[in-house]
């Protein structure tokens, strides 16, 4: 069989994937890109390669790591390589500017917002907003940067205070704020073109919404990481039945943007909007929602690889000059 090779820069995040990909027989590398070198008249092995490349890499002091990627991404597909989340899909990963524009493009409610280009502008810009508001970072990940403020001069306080929290990329997002019916948002994890399942995320205590067991609780007390469900009570759960239409234009927008995996989050307002605010191309999984459920999703992105490998082995043998 092919092998493939996982594209990362996040060690912590890896174990659950590389459990379920040797469980699955197959061969298989992790490119853990951090630093290095890449030799661009090299020619790049076969195989499947799968970026889960994030846009919180900085803040493990991984500052390289997006170029680094880009980089790797182009060299691969100029080589014909099969990437999944490639080059294209990356960008959507690493701005929350890009998803928005693609999601409004292909007709999906997105939330109002403005981006704002350094930190001068901002308490001018906020003046146009509707109260309450939120703040994020373009270039997010692990509730960076989100923040509700109810007034203005709480916000003035912030943008001109210590407490201030400068984007990677300088940019930051005015947005509207939307209450979430029952307090809660919902994410689609999507596998290969397929719908795995849906879960829930409390947004009771806050805007940090990592499913990950290994999430650190690092937005000043904006929220509980699943990493606290032992002591708390899971803030995730499985959101039992779920099969509302948004699904399959979830599907829809992967195939047209050629997305394999991804986790699609919305919020259900009070005036029966449905609005679709992030798309999460490294997604990861909690434990407690795959119990409930009754799925994996390292098992199910583990068996999506592996059949792209056996299928490009084939491909080889029965084409063995293509």
Not at 66 to 89: A, C, F, M, P, Q
Not at 178 to 204: C, K, M, N, S, W
């Amino acid at each position: 069989m092919s092998k493939i090779f996982v594209i990362h820069e996040n060690s912590e995040w890896l174990p659950p994937f590389a459990e379920a990909l040797d469980a699955e027989g197959v061969a298989w590398e992790e490119w853990y890109l951090v630093e290095g070198a890449l030799d661009l008249d090299a020619v790049p092995p076969e195989g499947v390669f799968y970026s889960r490349m994030s846009a919180s890499s900085h803040t493990r002091g991984h500052v390289a790591s997006k170029d680094y990627t880009r980089s790797v991404l182009s060299w691969l597909e100029s080589h014909g390589r099969l990437v999944i989340n490639g080059r294209r899909v990356v960008e959507l990963e690493m701005s929350k500017v890009d998803q928005h524009t693609a999601l409004r493009a292909f007709g999906f409610d997105v939330p109002s917002t403005v981006a704002v280009i350094g930190r001068h502008d901002l308490k001018a810009r906020a003046r146009g907003m509707s109260l309450p508001f939120i703040t994020k970072h373009n270039q997010g990940g692990k509730g960076l940067g989100v923040r509700r403020f109810d007034s203005l001069e709480d916000f003035d306080d912030y943008v001109d205070g210590p407490d201030y929290e400068h984007p990677v990329d300088g940019i930051t997002l005015l947005q509207e704020y939307l209450h979430p019916v029952g307090g809660y948002i919902t994410r689609v994890e999507i596998v290969g073109g397929q719908f795995l399942y849906a879960l829930t995320a409390d947004t009771r205590a806050g805007f940090q919404l990592c499913p990950a067991d290994e999430c650190d609780d690092t937005s000043a007390g904006l929220g509980l990481c699943p990493a606290d469900a032992q002591t708390a009570g899971s803030l995730f759960h499985w959101r039992e039945g779920f099969r509302d239409p948004i699904i399959d234009r979830y599907l829809e927008f992967s195939r047209f943007w050629g997305i394999g995996i991804a986790g699609f989050e919305f919020i259900e307002t009070e005036d029966r909007r449905l609005v679709t605010y992030d798309i999460n191309t490294n997604t990861n999984y909690n434990p407690v929602v795959e119990e409930e459920a009754g799925r994996s999703g390292p098992v199910a992105v583990a068996r999506y690889l592996a059949a792209l490998a056996r299928e490009l082995e084939t491909d080889r043998v029965v084409n063995p000059s293509a």
